[in-house]
């Protein structure tokens, strides 16, 4: 008997572990060079082309002595250090603001990329929450 009252599970067999990989690895492989993995749809942040620079907002901390962070992932475009922001809440605005840092896993950076998950360093303190929109404001 395990712990929890379940029952005991024998560790799989590795032999059997390295199989199982090696046929779903070849199914992959199959698959991208059959040509069926085109058909596949491309992730949104993609396919964006031009579009003003996204970050979905998953959250939202205060740092002592740096301010307000967001984090979330860079869904279009490329956002970077010094550009004006709009937060947005269900398609309206809610305030302006401006990025003073970038850092994606414990690094500094100058600019994230579609696909990036980042934490933005806002300038001022304001109204931010889980599910917002950042954009970077137009420049005209």
Not at 49 to 58: D, K, L, P, T, Y
Not at 107 to 119: H, L, P, Q
């Amino acid at each position: 008997m395990g712990w929890f009252g379940r029952k005991k599970r024998d560790p799989q067999d590795a032999n059997e572990l390295l199989r199982q990989y090696n046929q779903a690895e070849a199914a992959r492989i199959s698959d991208l060079t059959s040509g069926s993995a085109a058909t596949r749809s491309v992730p949104s942040f993609l396919s964006a082309g031009g579009a003003a620079a996204e970050v979905s907002v998953e959250d939202v901390f205060t740092i002592t002595g740096r301010g307000q962070v967001a984090t979330g992932t860079v869904t279009t475009g490329t956002i970077r250090v010094g550009d004006a922001v709009v937060v947005l809440r269900e398609g309206a605005p809610v305030a302006e603001t401006g990025i003073t840092g970038i850092e994606m896993f414990r690094k500094r950076a100058n600019e994230a990329s579609a696909g990036t998950m980042i934490g933005v360093l806002l300038r001022d303190r304001i109204d931010v929450s889980r599910g917002d929109v950042i954009r970077v404001a137009s420049s005209g």
